[in-house]
T-cell receptor, first 113, second 115 residues
Framework: AQKITQTQPGMFVQEKEAVTLDCTYD???????LFWYKQPSSGEMIFLIY??????QNATEGRYSLNFQKARKSANLVISASQLGDSAMYFC??????????FGTGTSLTVIP | DAGITQSPRYKITETGRQVTLMCHQT?????MFWYRQDLGHGLRLIYY???????DKGEVPDGYVVSRSKTENFPLTLESATRSQTSVYFC??????????????FGPGTRLTVL
């Protein structure tokens, strides 16, 4: 089974609108961490947000928030007020245990002016 | 330079040759990682290291060797390169964030082509 599943290969959003990028995960480890990264066309990996499995509240970082639904094993990224510079690939990732990291296949987001 | 650096940034080699990709971090983070990124697969973990002299396999370790004699360096060696190892390789380290939790910092990547 896939550890991280991102079911949206491509998404479009109008500038200034909000968009949700889906991510589901699979683990039996009670301690894990969930991450979202942005990869623009230049290729670097940019950290966006982190959610620990024991965190009670959803993580937020500026315009980014993580909708963490533990029972459903989902960790969706919400980007509010989309900007043209948000156009990029977005990867969901999970740290399982102390060292194993798993990444999804990514979602390509295009922001339309 | 502060952060994570990788060298070379671009490398072309031939099948059967040995290639070493270098990774250096300045934060003294304990955990370091090597990933490869291929179209349709996202990033896949090759090896990781919890500390100097402690390494472990990730999802796709075959054909790769790592070492970590110093905390700041984590080289990745392809002992006999194959065309299937053509990829972009990312090195990363994990540190604690100021607000709590972890953050994984990535190097700029090495684009490797095996002819």
């Amino acid at each position: 089974a896939q550890k991280i599943t991102q079911t949206q290969p491509g998404m479009f959003v109008q500038e200034k609108e909000a968009v949700t990028l889906d991510c589901t995960y699979d683990t039996s480890d009670p301690s894990y961490g969930l991450f979202w990264y942005k990869q623009p066309s230049s290729g670097e990996m940019i950290f966006l947000i982190y959610q620990g499995s024991y965190d009670q509240q959803n993580a937020t970082e500026g315009r980014y928030s993580l909708n963490f639904q533990k029972a459903r094993k989902s960790a969706n990224l919400v980007i509010s007020a989309s900007q043209l510079g948000d156009s990029a690939m977005y990867f969901c990732a999970m740290r399982e245990g102390i060292g194993q990291f798993y990444f999804g296949t990514g979602t390509s987001l295009t922001v339309i002016p | 330079d502060a952060g994570i650096t990788q060298s070379p940034r671009y490398k072309i080699t031939e099948t059967g040759r040995q290639v070493t990709l270098m990774c250096h971090q300045t934060w003294s983070h304990s955990y370091m990682f090597w990933y490869r990124q291929d179209l349709g697969h996202g990033l896949r973990l090759i090896y990781y290291s919890a500390a100097a002299d402690i390494t472990d396999k990730g999802e796709v370790p075959d054909g790769y060797v790592v070492s970590r004699s110093k905390t700041e360096n984590f080289p990745l060696t392809l002992e006999s390169a194959t065309r299937s190892q053509t990829s972009v390789y990312f090195c990363a380290s994990v540190g604690l964030r100021e607000g709590g939790g972890n953050e994984q910092f990535f190097g700029p990547g090495t684009r490797l082509t095996v002819l």
